[in-house]
Structures are given as C-alpha cells and as structure tokens.
C-alpha cells in the first residue's frame, strides 16, 4: 500500500481546510487509519485513528470538536477535515495506515511523505 497526503497550505487562525491521503496499490477496507502530526523539534504526535471497517473514531483531546475524518470508498481516499485552526496546528500532517487499533506512530506499518500545515495569526 502506497499512501499520498495532500492538502497542506498556510492559513490564518480560525480558517479550516481539508488534507487528503489517497491510497494506491491496496485498499483501506481492511486497516486502521491514523492521522499524524509533527511539529518542529516536538515528536510525531496521535491526531486522529479510524477504523475503515467498524467506522470507529478516535481523536486526540487538542482535535476534538475540531476535526473530523471521513473517507470516499470510491476513490480509496480518506480526508482530514480541520476547522478553527490555531497556530498550534502548524505540524508536518502524517497519514498511515495499520493493522492495529493503536495511538503508537511506530505500530503503523505504511505511511504518506507528509504535507505542511502552517497556521499564522
């Protein structure tokens, strides 16, 4: 499996966007997807989990209310939909995909080249 995230962009505080991770060479059905997040000199950070299979959803606390996640079977795409952003957004946004329902960025087993999310006052 071979994930590509897009939709990063610099934006002001409060605005929203919308990062995609399209999957190629396999589908999500049978994995767990995560959204990452890494923002300079800060470790890789949990933001979202979602299993395609049970649509079960986990958010980090900092997210909640915030984001959401939803997926378009069709294009094998899942979407990372962000509103109210705040500075403390900015981050390098990972998608990965597993095989373990798990917050842990190391137990993932395939991941996207990231896409940058700077958030500006």
């Known amino acids: 499996v071979q994930l590509q995230a897009s939709g990063g962009g610099l934006v002001q505080a409060g605005d929203s966007l919308r990062l995609s991770c399209a999957a190629s060479g396999g589908t999500f059905r049978t994995y767990v997807m995560g959204w990452f997040r890494q923002a300079p000199g800060k470790e890789r950070e949990f933001v979202i989990i979602?299993?395609?299979?049970?649509?079960?959803?986990d958010y980090a606390d900092s997210v909640k209310g915030r984001f959401t996640i939803s997926r378009d079977n069709a294009k094998n795409t899942v979407y990372l939909q962000m509103t109210s952003l705040k500075i403390e957004d900015t981050a390098v946004y990972y998608c990965?995909?597993?095989?373990?329902?798990?917050?842990?960025?190391?137990?993932?087993?395939?991941w996207g080249q990231g896409t940058q999310v700077t958030v500006s006052s």
């Open positions: 990965a995909a597993g095989r373990i329902w798990t917050h842990v960025a190391a137990l993932y087993e395939y």
């Open positions: 979602y299993s395609w299979s049970g649509g079960t959803t």
